[in-house]
T-cell receptor, first 111, second 110 residues
Framework: ETGVTQSPTHLIKTRGQQVTLRCSSQ?????VSWYQQALGQGPQFIFQ???????GRGNFPPRFSGLQFPNYSSELNVNALELDDSALYLC??????????FGPGTRLTVT | GQSLEQPSEVTAVEGAIVQINCTYQ??????LSWYQQHDGGAPTFLSY????GLEETGRFSSFLSRSDSYGYLLLQELQMKDSASYFC???????????FGKGTRLSVIA
């Protein structure tokens, strides 16, 4: 059984640019959630996708957007990057409400 | 909304027992989860309590008291590899996603 994978592992962008992060969910999981984790903080929920539809959103501006594909993989897009967007971006897949399986994350640095 | 409080740091000696507490305020309660995260790593699921009482999984146990809006994670026979951040989390609704506490950084010393 393949776990959750994310790409890229590290990324450096300039303020104002756009970025796309990718996530492949664990086999059999149809729900993908994205989280932002700043240094020294807990993960903050960005949004969730269930069967290709957005199924909930946290307190993030519209420049954070996403997609889920028929194979349940997902993308997180961030437009007009700001310095505060520098963080670890985590993708988690799940099948039930009890347990989420996290990927290794993408470390985004905005300069 | 949901909010969770947990200590920011805990230090314990190798071989000892440590308890990490978590209090929560939620508009609806669906269970309390615990995750472990090593530096540079992803959070990994440790336990989930939906009902009051103690759940034991090897060296780790988790306790929940819904009437007190309180839970804790108990780590026994501490090992150096247990040094990590531990997060309590609650679902935002009956299903995912999760609202996390700020985490407790556990340092195990010799």
């Amino acid at each position: 059984e393949t776990g959750v994978t994310q790409s890229p592992t590290h990324l450096i962008k300039t303020r104002g640019q756009q970025v796309t992060l990718r996530c492949s969910s664990q086999s059999g999981h149809n729900t993908v959630s994205w989280y932002q984790q700043a240094l020294g903080q807990g993960p903050q929920f960005i949004f969730q996708y269930y069967r290709e539809e957005e199924n909930g959103r946290g307190n993030f501006p519209p420049r954070f957007s996403g997609l889920q594909f028929p194979n349940y993989s997902s993308e997180l897009n961030v437009n007009a990057l700001e310095l505060d967007d520098s963080a670890l971006y985590l993708c988690a897949s799940s099948r039930t409400s009890d347990e989420q399986y996290f990927g290794p994350g993408t470390r985004l640095t905005v300069t | 909304g949901q909010s969770l409080e947990q200590p920011s740091e805990v230090t314990a000696v190798e071989g000892a027992i440590v308890q990490i507490n978590c209090t929560y305020q939620t508009s609806g309660f669906y269970g309390l989860s615990w995750y472990q995260q090593h530096d540079g790593g992803a959070p990994t699921f440790l336990s989930y309590n939906a009902l009051d009482g103690l759940e034991e999984t090897g060296r780790f146990s988790s306790f929940l008291s819904r009437s007190d809006s309180y839970g804790y994670l108990l780590l026994q026979e501490l090992q150096m590899k247990d040094s990590a951040s531990y997060f309590c989390a609650v679902p935002n609704s009956g299903n995912t996603p999760l609202v996390f506490g700020k985490g407790t950084r556990l340092s195990v010393i010799a």
